[in-house]
């Protein structure tokens, strides 16, 4: 909840000082950033920062750190499929008590990297430091940035205390015109990290998904199975079980070099050092290397009609409708289609009634056998929601992915049919 907010003390810093501030630390130097994914997703995650161009690319648990200015953010928010948030590591420092915080974090220019009055919720965290655990962070911390923008004569954040993900999601344009900011505290050992979100929403939200009931595949996870059975658009594309269409669209991106963050808003955009024209001209180049249709054939096929219906819907939202063939069809008793065998993708539904009963082992060999025989030829990837389901499809050649999807952790088979 918000702190009992004090009276500006002195001038705002006029706006020729804000922008001289912002250019010196915000602008000129090359900052630490740090691309977060769900566990398992790194190893695809450094392939693609990597070739995005981003420098010093490194993966540690939970995602990537790369370096790079303002513009490395921008880019790696508009380019990256498998990442969740990029957040940018304003400073790093040694922090043995809490008035090492206070201290430390006092000396930063908030004002250049936060909006006046911004809704901010601070998250801490700790490891390995036996000497104040992560509710010990946020006083200080909180202390430290409200003094130092009221001694500049600026408004204190407006504290936000859930770090629920619906703070942000529900926050209503009309009253919240700032759009909630992050700053993650992480302790580890004595060192302290803290960065700034610059996504804002989570980045598998790609401002086109239509919500429907179903079980839907985070267009992250779809994405980062793409890339990780080798597709890059040149090959023919099925999910013979597509529901809402996620890895039809994904692939759709992918084959037509579509920015993932095409059709969304992102924090940076609400800094006081966003930089319009680099966001433009970095849009304007997608848009020359984007090609105007997928170079390989894409099929969706559902058992469920208005399923289908929802995932054409989905597709035309990302506009990428002309490059899916939609097509009603049962998975066990349809032939693959009439095309050159490329990538199958699979997301069965689990935990369901199925005709091999309750059984989702069972179920799944059965979508193995439908795989050797109608499929052959095939590269193969499957979701599994266990390793022995992912046995059970008994396909040649798999390696498996551990990943985790909406909230359990999933075996994604890839192989030869
Ligand atoms: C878990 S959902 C797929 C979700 C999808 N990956 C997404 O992101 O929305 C499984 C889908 O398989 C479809 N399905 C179930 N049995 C099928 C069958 N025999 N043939 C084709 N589709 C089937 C269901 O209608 C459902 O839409």
């Given at each position: 909840m918000p702190e009992a907010a004090t009276a500006p003390s002195a001038a705002p810093p006029d706006v020729v000082n804000l922008e001289r501030r912002v250019k010196r630390h915000v602008h000129a130097p090359v900052h630490g950033w740090f691309a977060a994914c769900a566990p398992g997703v790194e190893p695809v995650l450094v392939v693609e920062a990597r070739a995005l161009g981003l420098e010093d690319v490194a993966a540690i648990p939970g995602g990537v750190t790369f370096w790079g200015k303002l513009e490395a953010g921008y880019r790696a928010n508009l380019h990256l499929r498998t990442a969740n948030r990029v957040w940018l590591r304003v400073m790093d420092f040694s922090a043995r008590a809490p008035e090492d915080v206070y201290r430390e974090a006092h000396e930063c220019?908030?004002?250049?990297?936060?909006?006046?009055?911004?809704?901010?919720?601070?998250?801490?965290?700790?490891?390995?430091?036996?000497?104040?655990?992560?509710?010990?962070?946020?006083?200080?911390?909180?202390?430290?940035?409200?003094?130092?923008?009221?001694?500049?004569?600026?408004?204190?954040?407006?504290?936000?205390?859930?770090?629920?993900?619906?703070?942000?999601?529900?926050?209503?344009?009309e009253t919240s015109p700032v759009p909630l900011q992050r700053l993650l505290a992480r302790l580890d050992g004595n060192r302290l990290t803290l960065s700034l979100d610059s996504s804002g929403e989570l980045l598998h939200r790609r401002g086109f998904r239509?919500?429907?009931?179903?079980?839907?595949?985070?267009?992250?996870?779809?994405?980062?199975?793409?890339?990780?059975?080798?597709?890059d658009g040149t090959r023919v594309l099925a999910d013979p079980m597509c529901g809402s269409g996620t890895f039809g669209v994904e692939a759709a991106a992918i084959a037509r070099h579509l920015p993932p963050g095409r059709s969304r808003d992102f924090l940076f955009r609400h800094w006081p050092s966003d930089r319009a024209a680099t966001w433009e001209h970095l849009r304007r180049l997608a848009g020359v290397a984007a090609l105007d249709a997928a170079p390989a054939p894409i099929l969706c096929r559902d058992v469920d009609a208005t399923v289908l219906d929802l995932a054409r819907s989905h597709a035309m939202r990302a506009g990428v409708g002309p490059d899916i063939r939609f097509e009603a069809a049962d998975f066990f008793t349809t032939p693959a289609p009439?095309?050159?065998?490329?990538?199958?993708?699979?997301?069965?539904?689990?935990?369901?009634?199925?005709?091999?009963?309750?059984?989702?082992?069972?179920?799944?060999?059965?979508?193995?056998?439908?795989?050797t025989s109608a499929w052959w030829g095939w590269s193969v990837a499957v979701v599994a929601p266990s390793p022995a389901a992912a046995d059970a499809l008994g396909l040649r050649a798999p390696r498996h992915l551990h990943l985790s999807h909406g909230g359990l952790r999933v075996t994604v088979v890839l192989a030869q049919a």
């Amino acid at each position: 909840m918000p702190e009992a907010a004090t009276a500006p003390s002195a001038a705002p810093p006029d706006v020729v000082n804000l922008e001289r501030r912002v250019k010196r630390h915000v602008h000129a130097p090359v900052h630490g950033w740090f691309a977060a994914c769900a566990p398992g997703v790194e190893p695809v995650l450094v392939v693609e920062a990597r070739a995005l161009g981003l420098e010093d690319v490194a993966a540690i648990p939970g995602g990537v750190t790369f370096w790079g200015k303002l513009e490395a953010g921008y880019r790696a928010n508009l380019h990256l499929r498998t990442a969740n948030r990029v957040w940018l590591r304003v400073m790093d420092f040694s922090a043995r008590a809490p008035e090492d915080v206070y201290r430390e974090a006092h000396e930063c220019p908030w004002e250049a990297f936060l909006p006046a009055g911004v809704p901010l919720l601070v998250q801490a965290s700790t490891s390995r430091s036996r000497l104040f655990g992560g509710g010990f962070l946020g006083r200080p911390l909180r202390d430290a940035i409200a003094r130092h923008l009221r001694a500049l004569g600026l408004p204190d954040p407006t504290w936000v205390d859930s770090p629920a993900e619906d703070v942000v999601d529900e926050s209503d344009p009309e009253t919240s015109p700032v759009p909630l900011q992050r700053l993650l505290a992480r302790l580890d050992g004595n060192r302290l990290t803290l960065s700034l979100d610059s996504s804002g929403e989570l980045l598998h939200r790609r401002g086109f998904r239509l919500e429907h009931g179903g079980a839907p595949l985070r267009e992250t996870l779809a994405a980062t199975i793409l890339l990780a059975a080798g597709y890059d658009g040149t090959r023919v594309l099925a999910d013979p079980m597509c529901g809402s269409g996620t890895f039809g669209v994904e692939a759709a991106a992918i084959a037509r070099h579509l920015p993932p963050g095409r059709s969304r808003d992102f924090l940076f955009r609400h800094w006081p050092s966003d930089r319009a024209a680099t966001w433009e001209h970095l849009r304007r180049l997608a848009g020359v290397a984007a090609l105007d249709a997928a170079p390989a054939p894409i099929l969706c096929r559902d058992v469920d009609a208005t399923v289908l219906d929802l995932a054409r819907s989905h597709a035309m939202r990302a506009g990428v409708g002309p490059d899916i063939r939609f097509e009603a069809a049962d998975f066990f008793t349809t032939p693959a289609p009439d095309l050159p065998p490329g990538l199958v993708v699979l997301n069965p539904p689990y935990g369901l009634r199925q005709d091999a009963g309750d059984d989702p082992v069972a179920f799944f060999r059965r979508v193995g056998r439908r795989l050797t025989s109608a499929w052959w030829g095939w590269s193969v990837a499957v979701v599994a929601p266990s390793p022995a389901a992912a046995d059970a499809l008994g396909l040649r050649a798999p390696r498996h992915l551990h990943l985790s999807h909406g909230g359990l952790r999933v075996t994604v088979v890839l192989a030869q049919a």
